[in-house]
């Protein structure tokens, strides 16, 4: 039986180019649609491989900037027939067009539980009145989320929440997990679905991220993953991060290994296929899961890839 793989990918307006002065539409150009390598890119490229994906969207900047932005995100993910759950960023709720200084606390671990449910409930109704079916799934932004956000996401009826990165750990994750957690987990009335690991150095995690890893760790944490029988595998991606920081350029190399992705699950579907939210009721959870572990060949390869990675990603804003 093949393990099912979650591609998610974080999207939303960048408080970077907010807080330089940049009004919505140049933001979601350096964002949202980053040197045509944004989420059209990646959804023409999902749909060419025939993979699924979960698109995490954060709908806070239609605080600042009204629904339009948030619409515009929703309907050509919906329109690809790929899967929209909820992300926040708490920061929007200070914020203000007039002032790009002005924010509110950056994590969501900052506000006590009932001040979560409360972020949680109105970054639920934005999306869903950007057009988005009823979530029921969330990540916190930067994966800063706690026990009291499980809590807080259960009381409001979501399912799943995916912010536990062992990677993270303790700040800004504080869920009460371990690091090498990996596979789901029932924690506060909510399933955990936490981001898949890997071992950079025994005892400490790397998380399955497009930009933070290589192609070889990607494929051969997939590879583990059938091997081991995984229960799940959770990859992280954004929709700025094929892209240079200020999202004026691709960055070739993360780009490259994006389709190199999406070209091995295609060519691995048998084995390992992807799938939306709503595909895994019924996962089973409290499975043995264990990261990959450490390869001096494997890490010193990255090392290099993402050194040219890095230079890719850098350009003056």
């Known amino acids: 039986m093949a393990i099912p793989v979650l591609i998610t990918i974080d999207t939303e307006l960048t408080w970077r180019h907010h807080s330089v002065g940049r009004d919505w539409e140049e933001n979601f150009a350096r964002s949202i649609e980053p ?26 900047p239609a605080m600042v900037f009204g629904i339009e932005p948030i619409r515009r995100i929703v309907t050509p993910i919906l329109e690809a027939g790929q899967d929209v759950q909820l992300h926040l960023h708490p920061n929007w709720t200070g914020a203000s067009a007039a002032d790009p200084a002005a924010h509110a606390a950056f994590e969501l671990t900052s506000y006590d539980e009932m001040e979560q449910r409360s972020l949680i409930a109105g970054a639920r109704d934005l999306l869903v009145a950007a057009g988005a079916p009823t979530p029921t799934a969330f990540r916190a932004g930067s994966f800063a989320a706690n026990d009291p956000t499980l809590r807080a996401l259960a009381a409001m009826g979501l399912r799943y929440d995916s912010s536990h990165n062992g990677s993270q750990l303790p700040w800004p994750c504080e869920i009460g997990l371990p690091s090498g957690q990996i596979a789901p987990v029932m924690r506060e009335g909510i399933i955990e679905l936490p981001v898949t690991q890997i071992e950079q150095a025994p005892g400490r995690m790397r998380h399955l991220q497009v930009c933070a890893v290589s192609s070889a760790e990607l494929a051969s944490a997939l590879r583990h993953a059938w091997r081991e029988r995984h229960p799940l595998v959770n990859l ?22 994006f389709e190199r992705l999406c070209a091995f699950l295609a060519a691995e579907r048998a084995r390992l296929v992807t799938v939306h939210i709503r595909d895994i009721d019924g996962i089973a959870l409290d499975a043995e899961a264990r990261p990959m572990r450490s390869s001096l060949w494997r890490t ?12 890719e990603h850098r350009a003056s804003a």
């Open 35 to 60: 040197a045509s390598v944004g989420i059209r890119y990646q959804l023409r490229l999902l749909a060419r491989y025939g993979l699924k994906a979960v698109f995490f969207v954060d709908p806070m």
């Open 236 to 257: 992280v991606s954004h929709s700025f991060e094929l892209a240079s920081r200020d999202g004026s350029r691709a960055n070739r190399i993360v780009a490259r290994r």
């Open 300 to 311: 010193a390869g990255r090392v290099a890839e993402q050194f040219l990675s890095n230079i």
